[in-house]
């Protein structure tokens, strides 16, 4: 066992071939699907001043308590980025796109969390941002997005839940009869949920200690507080979704864990694996976010789906599994000469990949590199196929055997098997 300071610290791992490979896959996946509906990339930066991710709640566990803060050698506050919603948001009100701006984005997240399966410290996710309509439809892109999304990767266990929050208005009101129904019994309420409640009752329907759940089953539904326009722009919300015939759940209790969110929200979770960590996705409106970072008032709507999780889906559905090959051609050289060098890079500058052995091994021992490496075919360069001017081509994959070709045919003869 490796000294614990070279180690990856809790919460973080190596990510290494062949699920490197897979996840640079997911990502590709992910950029054409947004790409074919008009979304752009944007790569903020990992860091942003503290006060950026502010935004998301001085109630919520992410800013409270999960925060990797610092101040850096200019004195400045700066946090790494706890996800990259906020950091669009910033970046809009600082370029002014013109409107609708649509924005995908992919890469790293860190959070502070009790690690544990499928919750790390640092996390991939995929998302998208759209700023400027208000319209219902917008939602349902978003929503459909990334339900074609997890249609792609094949992965058919995928539930969606969606819910409203109304506008700032209704959330606040709720907030305060949510309030009223816990305090109404405070000495039912565990006393982690006592002291959830005074900073954020919306996080108290998220309780799963046992002797909340009578109180919490009897609480106020939200959907009963919305107004008449947030009841409206959240059936049109259903009208769509139906019309684009991906189902979902209507769930009333689901509160997300970051403040900015109104009108919509939802939430992709998987049924493949367990409960405590089967949230592969989330995403809602923000409508107040861009004016309260001193953007112009931009309505917003937009999801994050956790790279990390959706490919533990992955795998306890057998979707999109990990390809096993790294190379198509195999060099073996024997010779002591330059023949793998120079025939390596020729194959590589004519699009064809290709890896070989080193230290002068033996045949064997090449051969055995070939069989490793995955490849489909090895070029043989042996002392007689030196003299003469040839080289072999064995099959690798197959049984059509060896052949032998001229040396100057070697990249238009796998040019043309590799087809
Ligand atoms: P979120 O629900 O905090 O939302 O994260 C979205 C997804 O990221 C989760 O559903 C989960 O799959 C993954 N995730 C979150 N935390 C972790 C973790 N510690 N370890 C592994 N995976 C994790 C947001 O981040 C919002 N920015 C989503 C959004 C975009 N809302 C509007 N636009």
């Not at 929503?143 to 074609?148: D, L, P």
């Not at 409508?287 to 795998?315: N, Q, S």
Request: aromatic share 8%; proline share 5%; charged share 25%.
């Amino acid at each position: 066992m490796a000294d614990p300071i070279y180690r990856a610290p809790k919460g973080t791992h190596d990510v290494l071939w062949p699920e490197s490979a897979r996840r640079r896959a997911l990502v590709a996946v992910f950029a054409d699907i947004v790409e074919a509906a008009g979304y752009t990339e944007v790569v903020p930066p990992m860091f942003e001043h503290v006060e950026v991710f502010r935004r998301l709640g001085d109630a919520t566990d992410v800013v409270r308590k999960e925060m990797y803060e610092f101040e850096d050698r200019g004195g400045r506050h700066i946090a790494l980025r706890p996800e990259q919603t906020a950091s669009i948001v910033r970046s809009f009100g600082e370029h002014r796109p013109t409107l609708p701006w649509k924005a995908w984005y992919a890469g790293p997240n860190f959070r502070y969390e009790r690690a544990q399966k499928g919750r790390f410290r640092q996390f991939d996710q995929v998302g998208i941002e759209a700023l400027g309509p208000e319209d219902p439809h917008l939602d349902a892109e978003a929503i459909a997005t990334a339900w074609r999304f997890y249609e792609s990767l094949g992965l058919q266990q995928v539930t969606l839940l969606i819910n409203s929050l109304g506008g700032p208005e209704d959330r606040a009101n709720y907030i305060a009869a949510l309030h009223g129904h816990f305090a109404s019994d405070l000495g039912s309420l565990s006393e982690e949920s006592r002291s959830t409640l005074a900073t954020n009752p919306l996080r108290v329907l998220d309780s799963n200690r046992p002797e909340d759940a009578d109180l919490i089953a009897a609480a106020p539904d939200m959907l009963d507080h919305l107004s008449a326009d947030a009841a409206a722009h959240f059936d049109q919300v259903q009208a769509a979704l139906t019309g684009l015939e991906i189902p979902f759940t209507i769930q009333p209790r689901l509160v997300r864990g970051l403040d900015y969110y109104v009108r919509t929200t939802f939430e992709f979770t998987s049924g493949a694996f367990d409960a405590a960590q089967n949230a592969i996705g989330g995403g809602g409106r923000y409508d107040g976010l861009a004016e309260a970072m001193g953007a112009p008032a931009t309505p917003g709507v937009g999801f994050a789906l956790g790279v990390d999780r959706t490919l533990m889906a992955c795998d306890a559905e057998g979707a999109f599994e990990a390809t096993s090959s790294t190379v198509d051609v195999f060099v073996v050289d024997t010779t002591g000469g330059e023949a793998a060098l120079l025939i390596t890079d020729e194959l590589r500058r004519a699009g064809i990949s290709a890896d070989r052995a080193w230290d002068g091994r033996s045949m064997k021992s090449q051969m055995r590199a070939a069989d490793r490496s995955g490849a489909a075919i090895a070029v043989i360069v042996g002392d007689d196929e030196a003299e003469s001017g040839t080289a072999s081509l064995r099959d690798l994959r197959g049984d059509a055997g060896q052949d032998t070709v001229q040396r100057s045919s070697i990249t238009e003869t796998l040019l043309a098997r590799l087809k």
